[in-house]
């Protein structure tokens, strides 16, 4: 029969397992936590910054989300507003993102590894769509229109895109994560730096090593900026 120390040693681990299923963005144990960005300290996130030196400020930015952008080579450009930008978002868990479209544009195939994202589309058209995870790799999708409202699940596969060929679009994103991070497909596969042997790239796109070797010698332009 186990021992009542074994008992306990098992509850604690399932407690951390079960932490760590429902765990996101750190939840604030104070009314804010700004980050303290000079700090040596090592945490997930940063460390706050004593609150006798906080001000307005450190909650604030002239971010003038209503100014268009200029978009890049596949035609977007995606302006977030996280942590980095509002050190009073630190362990907050929430950040925000312009995304301008050209017309024909897209905010390429990317993933969120730390958020949930909530998408409205403010002016414009916009074709999009996430892809579940293995092994059904379901594409759910749907065109949007001004006002429309529409969810991307964190971690999946995602993108948007601009059908009309004479307009651009515009759109909002809330993402649940002070510092979401953005991993796009093709920049990430393709781009990498160092590369990723050709081999390896040919035998899962079932390609030649040409085609891989082309790929990899176009500039993957990032559209976050």
């Known amino acids: 029969m186990a021992s009542p120390s074994s008992f306990c040693l098992l509850a604690v681990l399932l407690a951390l397992v079960s932490w ?18 000079h700090s040596p300290v090592l ?3 940063f460390a706050c910054l004593d609150p006798k030196y906080v001000n307005a400020d450190h909650f604030f930015k002239a971010a003038m989300l209503d100014t268009p952008r ?9 302006t977030l507003i996280n942590v980095m ?20 544009g897209e905010n390429p195939p990317h993933t969120h590894p730390r958020a949930t994202e909530i998408l409205t589309v403010l002016e414009g058209t916009l074709y999009v769509g996430f892809v579940t995870s293995n092994p059904n790799n379901t594409l759910f999708s749907k065109v949007l229109n001004k006002g429309d409202v ?8 995602h993108f ?23 991993i796009t497909i093709a920049n ?12 390896i790239l040919a035998k899962a796109f079932q390609v030649e090593k040409g085609t891989i070797d082309w790929l990899q010698a176009q500039f993957w332009e990032n559209n976050h900026y």
Do not use: M, W
């Open 20 to 37: 760590q299923a429902i765990a996101s963005d750190p939840s604030p144990l104070q009314d804010f936590c700004v980050a303290d960005k």
């Open 43 to 45: 945490v997930n996130g």
């Open 70 to 78: 200029k978009t890049n080579k596949v035609g977007s450009n995606v």
């Open 85 to 104: 930008q509002i050190p009073g978002l630190n362990t907050l868990g929430i950040s925000i993102a312009r995304i301008d479209y050209a017309p024909l």
């Open 150 to 157: 529409f969810v991307f699940p964190e971690g999946l596969i």
């Open 160 to 182: 948007q895109f601009n059908p009309n060929p004479h307009q651009p679009a515009v759109a909002l994103a809330a993402l649940s994560s002070q510092n979401p991070g953005a």
């Open 188 to 199: 990430a596969v393709f781009g990498s730096k160092p590369p990723i042997s050709d081999d």
